[in-house]
């Protein structure tokens, strides 16, 4: 078995588009769902449909070849002669409307559409739901992508059948916890989930494999694998921001004024005096003060006593945001 080895440092962003054209990211030029628009300084959103090389089933259907295609992340849609093509039915992050080819397809499963894997997940780690929770939520949505790619396969023989599932990605960082005995906040409570939805998933492929010839080539993709996030990526901005304040003009990329309360990366408000006081939820205790007529402020009841974090009696946020923030475009 030969090892995949994905674009370093690029993930997902990058990841499918190469999987799926054979090319690197410099000539697909498909980097992060926002990125710069080339030869410019504009920052836009990106999806699939900037997309223009051509995917290796194109290829095969251009040579006569029947492909099936389901939920290939990133990838815009086509519409092969004798093929089929699901885009975004059940995937991970949804970055296009739901399509199918041939049109027929798109009414038929439409309905039978599982709600999307990443929205409900994040939805549940908000209500802190259990690992439990977490599992049977994604062992549904892979029974319904195997209920799927079983109908498909039957409308065989295929030249070429692609299916991604999205729940072993949706499993990882929220049932980590229970699988990885060095996190932080790791708990056996709930057994292992993610190596149950790891089971899940190998039972759909043995059940696939039984619609399939015996000289059918198979090939298994698993992508880039599942560790703690420890990189700190939440503070690039500020970082940024302040190496162009210290050490060069102004970006020619947009630059606005805050004209509300400071915030940092976690959501607190903080006094634009520099005391470190973070506001209440209610905001009381906060005015609305002016540094100059062009630089409307936010100050807490206790700035223009003193500045310092100690007086206060609070630490700054170690993600105080600037007074300055990037806006897009």
């Known amino acids: 078995m030969e090892p995949v080895i994905n674009p370093p440092g690029l993930v997902v962003g990058s990841t499918w588009p190469s999987f799926w054209s054979g090319l690197w990211p410099s000539s697909h030029g498909f980097y992060c769902f926002r990125q710069l628009e080339a030869h410019s300084d504009v920052v836009r959103p990106y999806t699939p449909n900037d997309l223009a090389v051509p995917s290796f089933w194109s290829a095969l259907a251009e040579a006569g070849r029947r492909v099936c295609i389901v939920d290939v992340p990133l990838t815009p849609l086509t519409r092969p002669a004798e093929g089929i093509h699901v885009q975004d039915w059940g995937t991970h992050d949804r970055m296009l409307p739901f399509a199918a080819w041939p049109d027929a397809l798109e009414r038929?499963?439409?309905?039978?559409?599982?709600?999307?894997?990443?929205?409900?997940?994040?939805?549940?780690?908000?209500?802190?739901?259990?690992?439990?929770?977490?599992?049977?939520?994604?062992?549904?949505?892979?029974?319904?992508?195997?209920?799927?790619?079983?109908?498909?396969?039957?409308?065989?023989?295929?030249?070429?059948?692609?299916?991604?599932?999205?729940?072993?990605?949706?499993?990882?960082?929220?049932?980590?916890?229970?699988?990885?005995?060095?996190?932080?906040?790791?708990?056996?409570?709930?057994?292992?989930?993610?190596?149950?939805?790891?089971?899940?998933?190998?039972?759909?492929?043995?059940?696939?494999?039984?619609?399939?010839?015996?000289?059918?080539?198979?090939?298994?993709?698993?992508?880039?694998?599942?560790?703690?996030?420890?990189?700190?990526?939440?503070?690039?901005?500020?970082?940024?921001?302040?190496?162009?304040?210290?050490?060069?003009?102004?970006?020619?990329?947009?630059?606005?004024?805050?004209?509300?309360?400071?915030?940092?990366?976690?959501?607190?408000?903080?006094c634009a005096s520099g005391c470190g006081r973070t506001a209440p939820a209610s905001g009381a205790g906060w005015t609305r003060a002016a540094a100059s007529s062009a630089s409307p402020t936010t100050r807490c009841s206790a700035a223009s006593a003193s500045t310092s974090p100690a007086a206060s009696g609070a630490a700054p946020c170690v993600r105080a945001a600037s007074s300055r923030s990037w806006s897009a475009g």
């Not at 309360?261 to 607190?268: D, I, K």
């Open 108 to 270: 038929e499963i439409g309905r039978h559409r599982p709600l999307p894997a990443a929205g409900q997940v994040r939805r549940l780690r908000r209500e802190g739901a259990s690992g439990t929770k977490l599992y049977r939520t994604l062992e549904a949505g892979i029974e319904k992508k195997t209920a799927l790619n079983l109908r498909l396969l039957e409308r065989g023989p295929w030249d070429a059948f692609v299916s991604i599932y999205c729940e072993s990605h949706c499993a990882e960082a929220p049932v980590l916890v229970g699988h990885d005995p060095t996190h932080p906040r790791y708990t056996a409570e709930a057994g292992d989930p993610l190596a149950r939805v790891y089971a899940l998933l190998d039972g759909a492929l043995a059940r696939m494999l039984e619609r399939v010839s015996d000289d059918a080539t198979v090939m298994v993709l698993l992508s880039h694998g599942i560790g703690s996030h420890h990189d700190a990526d939440h503070l690039l901005r500020e970082i940024v921001t302040r190496l162009d304040d210290a050490y060069g003009p102004a970006s020619t990329l947009r630059v606005t004024t805050e004209n509300a309360p400071v915030r940092c990366c976690a959501g607190a408000r903080i």
